[in-house]
């Protein structure tokens, strides 16, 4: 049995919900939506450069036996991440070979972990709606919301919360270490929320939750969310919360083991300076919209329940991100852990709001994505007939030398999620008016409307501009199969594409080397230095190249000369 905590003071409580106010989303529309959102960009691309491409290289890498699992290398250079990911994209790789391309088995374990982080917010949510100082007030004759049913409802205005946030959107749908990361999180944020209802469950949770975020990469954020932890449950007004220290310790502990054992901990702080503060400010504004407006009303309409567990759980993992994104110089993937938490505070506005706030977000939501979905159908358009003209010279100006090419099934689908939107949007303002999801309803629909979109009308165009394929196809022209290339200081973004792209052995590492000190009759070299740098001693310079949709940079291709 859970022990109540001491009765909070009705006058202070915002919350106050009828029964018809706390109607479930129903299940059916919840799930496809949520499969409108993960499943876009998981099939038919390539992996994108930077963090994207890197990761996926390393996991290649491990998965051909290029390199040892426990200390992988890149072009002979040591990455900087942590290995369970890896691991797990990897191990997907040989499972599911040669059946199943490699960059697509990596990405879908990445893409159950967003789901399952979308899971673990509801359940996260569900419980701590239903502490106490959490439940709506009672009304004098009856009619306010039931216990579970406000639960259910403030639950699911917080998965619609988390995928209405922009910065979930790119970093949510990468086969990088920061969605493992994301997922430990959410499992960790679970683990405090159900310690009253779920014993033993939310023991393992936590158990499984710090070492996995150590593992991961991120060991220091593991510790300081433990203790954040820590101190919420020792302040906890439920005697079964308070038992429930010991066991985060046990789970900080065996962070800390993980990342010594898996060499994780790794010093990321590049320091803060006071002009960077505008920046790192409009970073926050964009990345966690529109949750951070919502939460910043939570925090003011519950200003006085901010030492009880509904809003002091969330915090924990909102403060702990904020302060490694300043630590770390503005880290957008430090910032990403924050936003479960950020999500659970969203959804705890919802019960305040006043009619005509949430009937502004409701227009203000529908015209945003409304335009924005036209404007990508226009371009689209634009792409494939030439009209209206100037859309159309942007884009071969954007992207020179790509060719359009169509594909039944990728308009088939943007026309069935166009018509879901429109759909949504009368059964939003037709029906529904009173219940308390209301509001996140479009802007999440909207959020997945446009990723669809994007990924289907507009995915050949990203992959030819982001993916490293066509930018490798040029390289090849000049350099011969299963060559050996030196690529000297090259980003492991780089040397990923060199050696999955490419086929090459890759030698990345040091400065540029003479010819008679490697073994390598090939040199690569991309800089974005004015004027271009000349040959190393013992090479020639055989070509200059682009890759797609990049003005700045070139790629330099050196032979050797001299004879060994």
Known sequence: MNTPIPAHTPALNPALVTERGARALPRLPLLLLCAAYVLPGVVGRDPWRNADLAA??????????????????LGGVAGDTGLLPHWLGAGFIVMLSPQIE????????????LAATLALVWYTTFHLARTDAALPLPFAFGGEADPVAYARAIADGAVLALMATLGLLQLGHETTPELAQLAATALFLYALAAAPYRP???????????????????????????????????????????????????????????????????????????????GIARQWAWFMWPAWLLALWTLWRWRHHLLHRHLSVP??????????????????????????????????????????????????????????????????????????????ANIAKLVPAFVPHFSWTALLLAIAGT????????????????????????????????????????????????????????????????????????????IAALEVFGGWRVDARGPAPAAEQVDCAYMIVVTRARPLPGPPPGYERVAELRRPAERDERTLVFKRVTAR
Request: charge should be positive; glycine fraction near 8%; charged fraction near 10%.
């Open 56 to 73: 996926f290289g390393q996991m290649a890498a491990m998965a051909a036996g290029r390199t040892s699992w426990w200390a992988p290398l």
């Open 102 to 113: 490699p960059d697509f088995a990596a990405r879908v374990p990445f893409a159950l972990l």
């Open 200 to 278: 033993w469950q939310s023991r393992l949770a936590v158990l499984i939750a710090l070492p996995a975020l150590a593992g991961s990469g991120a060991p220091s954020m593991a510790m300081a969310m433990g203790v954040g932890g820590t101190i919420v449950c020792v302040f906890s007004s439920y005697a079964q919360v308070r038992r429930y220290a010991p066991w985060i310790a046990a789970g900080a502990l065996l962070a800390a083991l993980a990342a010594q054992g898996l060499g994780a901990w790794r010093w990321r702080s590049h320091g803060i300076e006071v002009v960077q503060l505008p």
């Open 315 to 392: 915090l924990v993992a909102v403060v702990v991100a904020l302060a490694s994104n300043l630590v770390m110089g503005g880290s957008d993937r430090a910032l990403l852990l924050g936003l479960p938490g950020l999500a659970v505070l969203a959804a705890l506005a919802l019960p305040t709001f006043r009619r005509s706030t949430a009937a502004a977000v409701d227009w203000f939501s529908m015209l945003l994505f409304t335009s924005a979905a036209a404007f990508i159908w226009l371009m689209y358009v634009a792409m494939h007939t030439g009209v209206p003209a100037k859309p159309a």
């Open 419 to 494: 018509a879901a939107w429109i759909w949504l949007v009368r059964w939003r303002t037709g029906r529904h008016r009173e219940a308390l999801w209301k509001s996140l309803v479009l802007p999440a629909g909207g959020v997945a409307l446009c990723w669809l979109l994007a990924m289907t009308l507009w995915l050949p165009v990203l992959d030819f501009a982001r993916s490293p394929r066509v930018w490798m196809q040029r390289i090849a022209a000049h350099v011969p199969p299963d060559a050996c290339v030196a690529a000297p200081g090259a980003t492991p973004a780089v």
